[in-house]
């Protein structure tokens, strides 16, 4: 079982986060240092009536010592196609960083830039990206990343032939100005209200 395997781990952590010697605490539970050291390495089974005396002298519980299982680390969440770009969520909707992955088609300059506060930062997988930042045009191929103000009107769009799919990085900020047409919508609520024009 993973957490009676890891407990000895837990056990020699709060030992030796206190400052104690196998000594001092084997002492202060009764039993001997010999023993405590071989429950720290995982070579002798831990028993409530070995640990209930360990724990009290450490001030924790049993279930302390017990680790939990880990969630699931797999970002599940659906994909959303608007405006001509396919939208995929790459991090947990409670990130402070929202990473996406976009597939966006190839279609003229965009005429009307934004702007807005925040963080964004993107690195073209395939096909080539357009990047209009004021009236500066550049054309970002594939294995290519860009970084910039986004105080400074700015689009993206594939410039063609082929679809461009980009792996995309925003913060807070850039997630709620994508979404501040949306009556509040922050990034909790970003899932089935996609970004508007990413850029």
């Not at 659906?78 to 001509?84: F, H, I």
């Not at 790459?90 to 966006?104: D, G, M």
């Amino acid at each position: 079982m993973e957490e009676l395997a890891q407990l000895g781990l837990r056990l020699r952590s709060a030992r030796t986060a206190r400052g104690w010697t196998l000594d001092r605490l084997a002492r202060g539970a009764g039993i001997s240092p010999s023993t405590l050291s071989r429950l720290e390495s995982g070579k002798r089974q831990a028993s409530l009536e070995l640990l209930l005396p360990i724990t009290r002298c450490l001030g924790i519980t049993v279930d302390e010592l017990l680790v939990a299982s880990s969630p699931d680390p797999r970002v599940q969440r659906d994909a959303w196609e608007r405006n001509g770009m396919l939208v995929q969520p790459l991090s947990p909707e409670s990130s402070p960083v929202h990473t996406y992955k976009i597939r966006y088609v190839p279609r003229p300059p965009i005429t009307e830039l934004g702007s807005h506060d925040g963080y964004e930062w993107l690195y073209v997988l395939s096909g080539r990206l357009r990047l209009q930042l004021g009236e500066e045009e550049i054309l970002l191929q594939a294995g290519e990343a860009a970084e910039f103000d986004t105080l400074r009107p700015h689009g993206l769009s594939a410039a063609g032939p082929e679809d461009a799919e980009v792996i995309c990085i925003l913060n807070d900020a850039a997630v709620n100005s994508h979404t501040a047409d949306q009556a509040g919508a922050g990034p909790s609520e970003l899932g089935e209200k996609p970004i508007e024009q990413l850029s």
